[in-house]
C-alpha cells in the first residue's frame, strides 16, 4: 500500500519540477541566466517562494538541472547520428554528420547551448557529474580519429593526451567505452604507425574546440552581415582539422 500511495506523489513530484524547468527555460531564453528567477518562477505556479524550493534547493539547483538536461539531450542528438550511419561511412563523413548535429541542436536551442558553453555564472560550480554528460557528447567523435595518421604538427599534443590516459583511469575508460579497449604498441615503430588513444583523444578534442568556437560565434550572432555561411564555415575548419589527421577524402 505504501508503494502505491508513493507513486502518484512522486509523479507529481517529477511533473512539477518539470513545469518549473519548462519556465526557467523560457526565462533563460529571453534574459539568460540571469533573468532565472525561482520567485517569478513560483508566482506563476501559483505557488510560495519555499512551497518552489521543496523541488529544487536553490537557484544553482535548478540550473545544475538544466545543465543536466542540456547535456544529456545534446548527447542524444550525436548518438542518434552515429545510429543514422554506419560502418563503412569515412571517417570524415561520420565528422562532418556529427558536427552537423551538434550544430543543429546548438542552433535550434541557442539558450540552452550557451548555457552550457558561455561564460560560466559568477559564483556557481557545475556537479561533478556534468563532466561525464559532456564526456559522453563529445565521446563518439575520438571514434572518427582512432585510425588517424597525424601530421608532424600534431604530434606533440598526441603525445600530451596519451599521457593524460595514462595519468587518469577516468580518461582511458571514456576512450575505452567510445572506441573499445587499447593494447599500446611494443616499439616506438609501431606505436609510429599504430592507431594510438592519443590520436582519438587529440582529434575529439580539437573537434570540440572547433565546434565550440564556430557555433558559439554563430548563435550569439557574431557573423551578422559577414558573407559567408556558417555551416560552411564549420564545414571547412573541420576538413582542416580531417586533413591534419589524416582522414582520407568523403
Not at 539568460?32 to 513560483?42: K, M, P, S, Y
Not at 535548478?62 to 539531450?73: H, K, P
Amino acid at each position: 500500500m505504501m508503494a502505491a500511495a508513493e507513486g502518484p506523489r512522486a509523479r507529481f513530484r517529477e511533473q512539477t519540477r518539470n513545469e518549473i524547468k519548462v519556465i526557467a527555460l523560457r526565462q533563460l531564453a529571453d534574459g539568460g541566466t540571469d533573468g532565472v528567477a525561482l520567485t517569478r518562477i513560483a508566482k506563476e505556479l501559483g505557488m510560495s517562494g519555499p512551497a518552489l524550493y521543496r523541488y529544487f534547493a536553490s537557484r544553482d539547483d535548478l540550473l545544475s538541472a538544466l545543465i543536466r538536461d542540456a547535456y544529456d539531450d545534446l548527447a542524444t542528438a550525436i548518438e542518434q547520428a552515429v545510429a543514422a550511419g554506419s560502418e563503412a561511412t569515412s571517417p570524415r563523413a561520420r565528422l562532418h554528420a556529427l558536427a552537423g548535429s551538434f550544430r543543429a541542436w546548438a542552433v535550434a536551442d541557442p539558450h540552452r547551448y550557451l548555457l552550457i558553453a558561455a561564460t560560466p555564472v559568477p559564483g556557481y560550480t557545475a556537479p561533478p557529474d556534468t563532466l561525464l554528460r559532456a564526456r559522453a557528447a563529445l565521446g563518439p567523435f575520438m571514434k572518427v580519429f582512432v585510425q588517424g595518421r597525424p601530421k608532424p604538427a600534431m604530434e606533440m599534443l598526441v603525445g600530451q593526451m596519451e599521457a593524460w590516459a595514462e595519468r587518469d583511469p577516468a580518461v582511458a575508460g571514456w576512450f575505452a567505452e567510445h572506441t573499445g579497449p587499447w593494447d599500446p604498441p611494443e616499439s616506438a615503430a609501431s606505436a609510429a604507425s599504430a592507431a594510438g588513444r592519443g590520436t582519438a583523444l587529440a582529434g575529439a578534442v580539437l573537434t570540440w574546440s572547433q565546434l565550440h568556437g564556430s557555433v558559439s560565434l554563430e548563435v550569439s550572432s557574431q557573423f551578422s552581415g559577414m558573407g559567408h555561411s556558417p555551416s560552411t564555415l564549420l564545414l571547412a575548419s573541420l576538413d582542416a582539422l580531417a586533413d591534419a589527421f589524416g582522414l582520407p577524402p568523403v
